[in-house]
């Protein structure tokens, strides 16, 4: 008689591993209206476009922090499997508190996960398929245009915690240590928008680049 054996576990796919929170708590204070509330190229409300941008890329989990307007972002998502987490400090928070938030509102198990700014919009899907090729445990990645440092990051489990225990009013960029750039060849990486002019200069310009384009990479000890 055969004896019993353990069900084999199936590997996880390419991406189920990673997360992604999306901050998109803040006040819009210079565009006015809230900004990831613009409808983007198709109409689609821009913090949709980016959270659709994640999931098209396979990535497990995609958590919007949400601050201004929630419920309308809230609705907003209701398509997309993507889950909203509210910051109730964000009029005072800035971007840590955010984050802070985001961390602690996602499941166990995720190897790392992205941080992505709700304005922008331009991050090709092809750059989020790079930093997930690219990710070593221990690790975190980041994009590099023209020789400057762009988002999302893909922060590695292993920060988390140290981001976490920044004090209020420090920036994230603090808790950063051991950042593995990857070169692309895509300005979306860099480009955000603040004012009205800023979007409607961006739904002008065509940036989002071919996953075929190369990139390389190098590391920056901290």
């Known amino acids: 008689m055969a004896s019993a054996q353990a069900p084999s576990v199936a590997p996880l796919q390419w991406g189920e591993s ?19 509330l613009l409808p983007w190229r198709g109409g689609q409300p821009i913090v949709s476009h980016i959270a659709a941008k994640y999931l098209r890329a396979g990535v497990r989990e995609v958590l919007v922090v949400t601050g201004r307007d929630a419920e309308r972002v809230a609705v907003a998502l209701s398509p997309l499997d993507a889950q909203t987490i509210h910051n109730p400090d964000y009029a005072t928070g800035e971007m840590l508190s955010s984050l802070k938030v985001g961390l ?19 991050v090709p899907v092809a750059a989020i398929e790079r930093l997930m090729a690219e990710h070593e445990p221990g690790w975190n990645v980041a994009p590099r245009y023209a020789g400057r440092r762009g ?22 960029r603090d808790g950063l240590r051991r950042v593995k750039l990857v070169e692309v060849a895509d300005a979306g990486v860099l480009l ?11 739904l002008r310009v065509g940036v989002e680049s071919s996953s075929q384009r190369k990139t390389r990479y190098c590391r920056v000890n901290r």
């Open 18 to 36: 990673y997360g992604a929170l999306i901050l998109a708590a803040g006040l819009s204070t210079r565009m006015v209206e809230n900004k990831v």
């Open 151 to 172: 988002h999302p990051v893909l922060l590695d489990r292993a920060h988390w915690s140290r981001m976490l225990g920044l004090p209020a009013g420090a920036a994230p």
């Open 192 to 202: 955000d928008m603040d004012t009205r002019g800023t979007y409607e200069a961006l």
């Open 104 to 122: 602690g509102g996602l499941p166990a198990g995720l190897e790392a996960v992205f941080i992505q700014p709700a304005d922008m919009p331009c």
